[in-house]
Protein backbone atom coordinates (compact mmCIF):
# COMPACT_ATOMS: atom_id res chain seq x y z
CA UNK A 1 0.00 0.00 0.00
CA UNK A 2 1.41 3.01 -0.75
CA UNK A 3 1.02 5.88 1.41
CA UNK A 4 0.79 9.93 0.35
CA UNK A 5 3.27 12.31 1.03
CA UNK A 6 0.60 13.92 3.51
CA UNK A 7 -0.43 11.08 5.24
CA UNK A 8 3.60 9.98 6.28
CA UNK A 9 4.35 13.52 7.52
CA UNK A 10 1.31 13.25 9.86
CA UNK A 11 2.70 9.85 11.15
CA UNK A 12 6.02 11.53 11.57
CA UNK A 13 4.23 13.93 13.39
CA UNK A 14 2.40 12.15 16.16
CA UNK A 15 5.36 10.34 16.99
CA UNK A 16 4.64 8.87 20.73
CA UNK A 17 7.76 10.47 22.25
CA UNK A 18 6.10 14.00 20.81
CA UNK A 19 2.91 13.36 22.06
CA UNK A 20 2.96 11.93 25.11
CA UNK A 21 4.48 15.60 26.97
CA UNK A 22 1.41 18.15 26.91
CA UNK A 23 3.49 21.30 26.57
CA UNK A 24 5.55 20.26 23.63
CA UNK A 25 6.16 23.18 21.14
CA UNK A 26 7.77 22.71 18.29
CA UNK A 27 11.04 24.66 18.01
CA UNK A 28 10.94 27.62 16.12
CA UNK A 29 12.99 27.13 12.53
CA UNK A 30 15.81 29.38 11.45
CA UNK A 31 13.50 32.74 9.81
CA UNK A 32 14.13 32.14 5.78
CA UNK A 33 14.01 35.14 3.72
CA UNK A 34 11.74 35.38 1.09
CA UNK A 35 13.16 36.10 -2.50
CA UNK A 36 15.82 39.46 -2.52
CA UNK A 37 15.64 42.49 -0.49
CA UNK A 38 14.69 44.54 -3.88
CA UNK A 39 11.87 42.12 -4.57
CA UNK A 40 10.24 43.21 -1.64
CA UNK A 41 7.67 45.63 -1.34
CA UNK A 42 9.16 48.89 -0.02
CA UNK A 43 7.10 48.89 3.07
CA UNK A 44 8.02 45.37 4.11
CA UNK A 45 10.59 44.10 6.59
CA UNK A 46 11.91 40.76 5.14
CA UNK A 47 8.77 38.25 5.00
CA UNK A 48 9.56 35.23 7.48
CA UNK A 49 8.80 31.58 5.61
CA UNK A 50 8.08 30.53 9.56
CA UNK A 51 4.82 31.00 11.49
CA UNK A 52 6.29 31.59 14.46
CA UNK A 53 3.65 30.61 16.97
CA UNK A 54 1.74 28.22 15.02
CA UNK A 55 2.62 24.88 16.15
CA UNK A 56 1.50 21.71 14.37
CA UNK A 57 -1.82 21.64 15.50
CA UNK A 58 -1.76 17.80 16.54
CA UNK A 59 1.09 18.47 18.84
CA UNK A 60 -0.32 22.34 19.47
CA UNK A 61 0.14 22.89 24.09
CA UNK A 62 -3.03 24.90 23.81
CA UNK A 63 -5.30 21.62 22.95
CA UNK A 64 -5.04 21.74 26.93
CA UNK A 65 -7.17 25.18 26.89
CA UNK A 66 -9.82 23.35 24.94
CA UNK A 67 -12.84 22.89 27.83
CA UNK A 68 -12.99 18.93 28.45
CA UNK A 69 -16.86 18.25 27.49
CA UNK A 70 -16.72 16.07 30.79
CA UNK A 71 -15.93 18.53 33.41
CA UNK A 72 -18.33 20.51 35.94
CA UNK A 73 -21.25 19.76 33.32
CA UNK A 74 -24.38 18.93 35.74
CA UNK A 75 -22.34 20.22 38.58
CA UNK A 76 -23.35 24.10 38.46
CA UNK A 77 -25.12 26.70 36.36
CA UNK A 78 -22.65 26.93 33.56
CA UNK A 79 -19.54 26.48 35.16
CA UNK A 80 -17.17 27.65 32.00
CA UNK A 81 -18.29 31.42 33.75
CA UNK A 82 -17.13 31.12 36.96
CA UNK A 83 -14.39 32.77 39.09
CA UNK A 84 -13.89 31.39 42.07
CA UNK A 85 -10.30 31.29 43.18
CA UNK A 86 -9.16 33.51 40.61
CA UNK A 87 -7.53 36.95 40.57
CA UNK A 88 -8.06 40.20 38.35
CA UNK A 89 -6.95 43.82 37.87
CA UNK A 90 -9.38 46.37 36.85
CA UNK A 91 -7.71 49.89 35.90
CA UNK A 92 -10.05 53.28 36.00
CA UNK A 93 -12.60 51.69 38.31
CA UNK A 94 -12.73 54.62 40.70
CA UNK A 95 -15.64 55.14 39.11
CA UNK A 96 -18.25 53.79 35.93
CA UNK A 97 -17.70 51.46 33.31
CA UNK A 98 -14.63 50.01 35.29
CA UNK A 99 -16.04 49.85 38.52
CA UNK A 100 -19.71 48.10 37.22
CA UNK A 101 -17.01 45.92 35.04
CA UNK A 102 -14.48 44.79 38.87
CA UNK A 103 -18.53 44.33 40.25
CA UNK A 104 -19.56 41.65 37.58
CA UNK A 105 -15.84 39.93 38.06
CA UNK A 106 -16.85 39.62 41.60
CA UNK A 107 -20.50 38.31 41.30
CA UNK A 108 -19.02 35.78 39.51
CA UNK A 109 -16.43 34.59 42.60
CA UNK A 110 -13.11 36.65 41.41
CA UNK A 111 -11.07 38.50 43.73
CA UNK A 112 -10.92 41.90 41.48
CA UNK A 113 -8.10 44.84 42.48
CA UNK A 114 -9.73 48.46 41.17
CA UNK A 115 -7.04 50.96 40.29
CA UNK A 116 -7.06 54.23 39.66
CA UNK A 117 -5.50 57.54 40.08
CA UNK A 118 -8.19 59.05 42.40
CA UNK A 119 -7.61 57.93 46.33
CA UNK A 120 -10.45 57.23 46.90
CA UNK A 121 -13.58 55.59 44.39
CA UNK A 122 -16.79 56.95 44.18
CA UNK A 123 -19.56 55.91 46.44
CA UNK A 124 -20.75 53.31 44.12
CA UNK A 125 -17.44 51.41 45.17
CA UNK A 126 -18.90 51.15 48.85
CA UNK A 127 -22.39 49.53 47.59
CA UNK A 128 -20.74 47.60 45.09
CA UNK A 129 -18.72 45.76 48.20
CA UNK A 130 -21.85 45.70 50.01
CA UNK A 131 -23.82 43.39 47.57
CA UNK A 132 -20.44 40.92 47.42
CA UNK A 133 -21.78 37.76 48.45
CA UNK A 134 -18.98 36.20 50.99
CA UNK A 135 -20.36 32.69 49.90
CA UNK A 136 -19.17 32.59 46.39
CA UNK A 137 -15.90 33.27 46.91
CA UNK A 138 -15.44 36.96 45.24
CA UNK A 139 -13.79 40.21 47.47
CA UNK A 140 -13.39 43.79 45.73
CA UNK A 141 -10.46 45.68 46.77
CA UNK A 142 -8.94 49.68 45.93
CA UNK A 143 -5.48 50.58 44.99
CA UNK A 144 -4.83 54.01 43.73
CA UNK A 145 -2.65 53.81 40.97
CA UNK A 146 -2.31 56.29 38.48
CA UNK A 147 -1.47 54.47 34.51
CA UNK A 148 0.75 56.99 33.80
CA UNK A 149 3.38 56.86 36.48
CA UNK A 150 4.63 53.59 34.62
CA UNK A 151 7.23 52.28 37.03
CA UNK A 152 4.52 51.97 40.18
CA UNK A 153 2.18 50.17 37.74
CA UNK A 154 3.89 47.83 37.00
CA UNK A 155 5.18 47.14 40.78
CA UNK A 156 1.44 47.34 41.69
CA UNK A 157 0.32 44.52 39.25
CA UNK A 158 3.61 42.57 40.49
CA UNK A 159 2.46 42.84 44.20
CA UNK A 160 -0.69 41.84 43.59
CA UNK A 161 0.13 38.70 41.53
CA UNK A 162 3.22 38.23 44.29
CA UNK A 163 0.52 38.72 47.07
CA UNK A 164 -1.74 35.68 45.37
CA UNK A 165 0.59 33.29 43.39
CA UNK A 166 -1.63 34.38 40.42
CA UNK A 167 -3.11 36.65 38.34
CA UNK A 168 -5.93 35.40 36.00
CA UNK A 169 -7.39 38.45 34.08
CA UNK A 170 -7.28 42.32 33.51
CA UNK A 171 -9.60 45.20 32.38
CA UNK A 172 -8.06 47.83 31.56
CA UNK A 173 -10.70 50.66 31.27
CA UNK A 174 -8.68 54.04 32.29
CA UNK A 175 -9.22 56.27 29.73
CA UNK A 176 -9.85 60.16 29.30
CA UNK A 177 -11.96 61.77 26.81
CA UNK A 178 -11.49 65.19 25.14
CA UNK A 179 -13.83 67.79 22.97
CA UNK A 180 -11.91 69.69 20.88
CA UNK A 181 -12.08 70.30 16.97
CA UNK A 182 -8.97 69.24 15.18
CA UNK A 183 -7.42 72.01 14.32
CA UNK A 184 -7.46 73.53 17.38
CA UNK A 185 -5.41 70.31 18.70
CA UNK A 186 -2.33 71.33 20.87
CA UNK A 187 0.57 68.55 20.65
CA UNK A 188 0.43 68.35 24.57
CA UNK A 189 -3.16 67.32 24.53
CA UNK A 190 -2.63 64.79 21.99
CA UNK A 191 0.32 63.44 23.82
CA UNK A 192 -1.67 63.67 27.03
CA UNK A 193 -4.85 61.58 25.54
CA UNK A 194 -2.43 58.64 23.65
CA UNK A 195 -0.10 58.43 27.33
CA UNK A 196 -3.70 57.61 29.15
CA UNK A 197 -5.82 55.73 26.27
CA UNK A 198 -2.73 54.23 24.45
CA UNK A 199 0.61 53.52 26.66
CA UNK A 200 -1.14 53.49 29.79
CA UNK A 201 -3.60 50.23 28.66
CA UNK A 202 -0.06 48.94 26.38
CA UNK A 203 1.62 49.26 29.94
CA UNK A 204 -0.98 47.78 31.89
CA UNK A 205 -1.75 44.82 29.73
CA UNK A 206 2.39 44.12 29.27
CA UNK A 207 2.78 44.47 33.36
CA UNK A 208 0.17 41.98 33.28
CA UNK A 209 0.82 39.62 30.82
CA UNK A 210 4.62 39.22 31.99
CA UNK A 211 2.74 38.20 36.00
CA UNK A 212 0.87 35.46 33.93
CA UNK A 213 3.78 34.28 32.06
CA UNK A 214 5.73 34.09 35.68
CA UNK A 215 2.72 32.05 37.30
CA UNK A 216 1.73 30.31 34.22
CA UNK A 217 -1.62 31.64 34.16
CA UNK A 218 -3.46 31.26 30.90
CA UNK A 219 -4.98 34.72 31.60
CA UNK A 220 -7.35 36.97 29.28
CA UNK A 221 -6.70 40.69 29.03
CA UNK A 222 -9.79 42.94 27.80
CA UNK A 223 -9.07 46.24 25.91
CA UNK A 224 -11.85 48.62 26.94
CA UNK A 225 -11.96 50.77 23.49
CA UNK A 226 -14.87 52.15 22.06
CA UNK A 227 -17.47 52.18 19.08
CA UNK A 228 -15.48 55.44 18.36
CA UNK A 229 -12.39 53.61 17.10
CA UNK A 230 -14.29 52.14 14.61
CA UNK A 231 -16.79 55.25 13.43
CA UNK A 232 -16.83 59.18 14.11
CA UNK A 233 -19.39 59.89 16.46
CA UNK A 234 -22.03 62.37 15.01
CA UNK A 235 -22.24 65.23 16.87
CA UNK A 236 -18.56 64.87 18.72
CA UNK A 237 -15.55 66.53 18.19
CA UNK A 238 -13.07 64.37 19.32
CA UNK A 239 -10.89 63.05 16.80
CA UNK A 240 -7.90 62.29 19.21
CA UNK A 241 -10.38 60.00 21.52
CA UNK A 242 -11.63 58.23 18.78
CA UNK A 243 -8.00 57.54 17.18
CA UNK A 244 -6.61 56.00 20.20
CA UNK A 245 -9.45 53.87 20.60
CA UNK A 246 -8.93 52.59 17.21
CA UNK A 247 -5.51 52.07 18.06
CA UNK A 248 -6.32 49.52 20.76
CA UNK A 249 -8.38 47.82 18.42
CA UNK A 250 -5.25 46.74 16.52
CA UNK A 251 -3.47 46.12 19.72
CA UNK A 252 -5.82 43.31 20.45
CA UNK A 253 -4.36 42.01 17.07
CA UNK A 254 -1.19 42.30 18.17
CA UNK A 255 -0.93 41.26 22.10
CA UNK A 256 -2.91 38.55 21.01
CA UNK A 257 -0.66 37.68 18.24
CA UNK A 258 2.36 37.37 20.55
CA UNK A 259 0.70 35.83 23.41
CA UNK A 260 -2.17 33.57 22.58
CA UNK A 261 -0.22 30.35 21.72
CA UNK A 262 1.58 28.59 24.56
CA UNK A 263 5.64 28.03 24.57
CA UNK A 264 7.59 25.37 24.76
CA UNK A 265 8.69 26.90 28.39
CA UNK A 266 5.03 26.93 29.58
CA UNK A 267 4.22 30.66 29.34
CA UNK A 268 1.30 32.00 27.29
CA UNK A 269 -1.89 31.27 26.43
CA UNK A 270 -2.95 34.40 27.63
CA UNK A 271 -5.84 35.76 25.45
CA UNK A 272 -6.46 39.36 24.48
CA UNK A 273 -9.74 41.11 23.28
CA UNK A 274 -11.41 44.19 23.25
CA UNK A 275 -14.72 45.69 24.19
CA UNK A 276 -16.19 48.84 22.29
CA UNK A 277 -18.93 49.99 23.84
CA UNK A 278 -21.72 52.09 22.68
CA UNK A 279 -22.71 55.47 24.68
CA UNK A 280 -23.40 54.84 28.43
CA UNK A 281 -23.92 56.61 30.95
CA UNK A 282 -21.01 57.10 33.24
CA UNK A 283 -19.47 60.29 34.39
CA UNK A 284 -17.42 61.33 31.43
CA UNK A 285 -20.79 61.20 29.37
CA UNK A 286 -22.31 62.83 31.47
CA UNK A 287 -19.61 66.09 30.83
CA UNK A 288 -19.75 65.87 27.90
CA UNK A 289 -23.93 66.36 27.10
CA UNK A 290 -22.83 69.54 29.58
CA UNK A 291 -20.26 70.31 27.09
CA UNK A 292 -22.31 70.05 24.10
CA UNK A 293 -25.81 71.06 24.32
CA UNK A 294 -28.57 68.55 22.32
CA UNK A 295 -25.93 66.06 22.61
CA UNK A 296 -28.01 63.54 24.46
CA UNK A 297 -31.36 63.28 22.29
CA UNK A 298 -28.70 63.20 19.12
CA UNK A 299 -26.77 59.79 20.84
CA UNK A 300 -30.16 58.47 22.06
CA UNK A 301 -31.72 58.93 18.79
CA UNK A 302 -28.72 57.35 17.05
CA UNK A 303 -29.01 53.55 17.81
CA UNK A 304 -31.39 51.14 17.04
CA UNK A 305 -32.64 50.93 20.57
CA UNK A 306 -33.45 54.72 21.29
CA UNK A 307 -31.47 55.29 24.31
CA UNK A 308 -28.06 55.27 26.24
CA UNK A 309 -26.96 51.92 27.57
CA UNK A 310 -26.31 51.73 31.91
CA UNK A 311 -22.57 50.53 32.67
CA UNK A 312 -24.20 47.33 34.05
CA UNK A 313 -25.06 46.26 30.84
CA UNK A 314 -21.66 45.37 29.90
CA UNK A 315 -20.73 43.23 33.14
CA UNK A 316 -21.88 40.07 31.10
CA UNK A 317 -19.93 40.92 28.35
CA UNK A 318 -16.43 41.21 30.48
CA UNK A 319 -17.30 38.50 32.69
CA UNK A 320 -17.65 36.49 29.14
CA UNK A 321 -14.21 37.74 28.13
CA UNK A 322 -12.42 36.77 31.56
CA UNK A 323 -13.86 33.61 31.74
CA UNK A 324 -13.40 29.96 30.58
CA UNK A 325 -16.63 30.50 28.53
CA UNK A 326 -14.47 32.89 25.93
CA UNK A 327 -11.46 30.50 25.95
CA UNK A 328 -11.48 30.07 21.64
CA UNK A 329 -11.73 33.76 21.33
CA UNK A 330 -8.29 36.24 21.11
CA UNK A 331 -7.52 39.07 18.89
CA UNK A 332 -11.16 40.29 18.58
CA UNK A 333 -13.38 43.12 19.24
CA UNK A 334 -17.00 43.02 20.59
CA UNK A 335 -18.72 46.13 19.40
CA UNK A 336 -21.86 46.21 22.01
CA UNK A 337 -23.41 49.78 20.74
CA UNK A 338 -26.92 48.93 21.28
CA UNK A 339 -27.21 49.14 16.90
CA UNK A 340 -25.20 52.00 16.35
CA UNK A 341 -22.58 51.06 13.94
CA UNK A 342 -24.87 48.46 12.36
CA UNK A 343 -27.04 51.46 9.87
N1 LIG B 1 -18.99 56.22 28.65
C1 LIG B 1 -19.03 55.82 27.39
O1 LIG B 1 -20.00 56.09 26.65
C2 LIG B 1 -17.91 55.01 26.83
C3 LIG B 1 -18.09 54.45 25.57
C4 LIG B 1 -17.07 53.70 25.04
C5 LIG B 1 -15.92 53.50 25.75
N2 LIG B 1 -15.75 54.06 26.97
C6 LIG B 1 -14.50 53.82 27.67
O2 LIG B 1 -14.77 53.18 28.91
C7 LIG B 1 -13.74 53.51 29.84
C8 LIG B 1 -14.38 54.03 31.10
O3 LIG B 1 -15.08 55.21 30.77
P1 LIG B 1 -16.20 55.87 31.67
O4 LIG B 1 -17.23 56.38 30.75
O5 LIG B 1 -16.58 54.97 32.77
O6 LIG B 1 -15.38 57.13 32.17
P2 LIG B 1 -15.18 57.74 33.61
O7 LIG B 1 -14.52 59.05 33.40
O8 LIG B 1 -16.46 57.72 34.34
O9 LIG B 1 -14.19 56.71 34.28
C9 LIG B 1 -12.86 56.62 33.86
C10 LIG B 1 -12.01 56.27 35.04
O10 LIG B 1 -10.67 56.20 34.59
C11 LIG B 1 -9.85 56.81 35.55
N3 LIG B 1 -8.61 57.28 34.98
C12 LIG B 1 -8.44 58.26 34.06
N4 LIG B 1 -7.13 58.47 33.85
C13 LIG B 1 -6.47 57.60 34.63
C14 LIG B 1 -5.10 57.34 34.87
N5 LIG B 1 -4.15 58.05 34.27
N6 LIG B 1 -4.76 56.37 35.72
C15 LIG B 1 -5.72 55.67 36.37
N7 LIG B 1 -7.03 55.89 36.23
C16 LIG B 1 -7.41 56.84 35.35
C17 LIG B 1 -10.69 57.96 36.08
O11 LIG B 1 -10.23 58.44 37.34
C18 LIG B 1 -12.07 57.32 36.13
O12 LIG B 1 -12.30 56.73 37.39
C19 LIG B 1 -12.86 54.53 29.15
O13 LIG B 1 -11.73 53.89 28.60
C20 LIG B 1 -13.73 55.06 28.04
O14 LIG B 1 -13.00 55.57 26.97
C21 LIG B 1 -16.74 54.81 27.54
Not at 136 to 145: D, E, I, P
Not at 172 to 191: C, F, L, N, S
Not at 312 to 341: C, P, Q, R, V
Request: glycine share 8%; hydrophobic share 40%; charged share 20%.
Amino acid sequence: MSVSPRLARTFVRCRPSLRSHPCVHRPLRAATFVGPSHNRPIHSSPMLLTKPTNPDPRENPANELAPNADVNVGQKRLADFDLKGKVFIVTGAAQGLGLALAEGLVEAGGKVYCLDRESEPDEHFAEARKRVVPEWGGSLHYRKQDVLDTRDLDKTITEIADDNGRLDGVVAAAGIQQVTPAVEYEPEDTARMLAVNFTGVLMTATASARQMMKYRCRGSICLIASMSGSVANKGLLSPVYNSSKAALIQLARNLSMEWSPIQRDGTGGIRVNCISPGHILTPMVRKNFEEVPGLRAKWEGENMMGRLAETTEFKGAALFLLSNASSFMTGTNLIIDGGHTSW
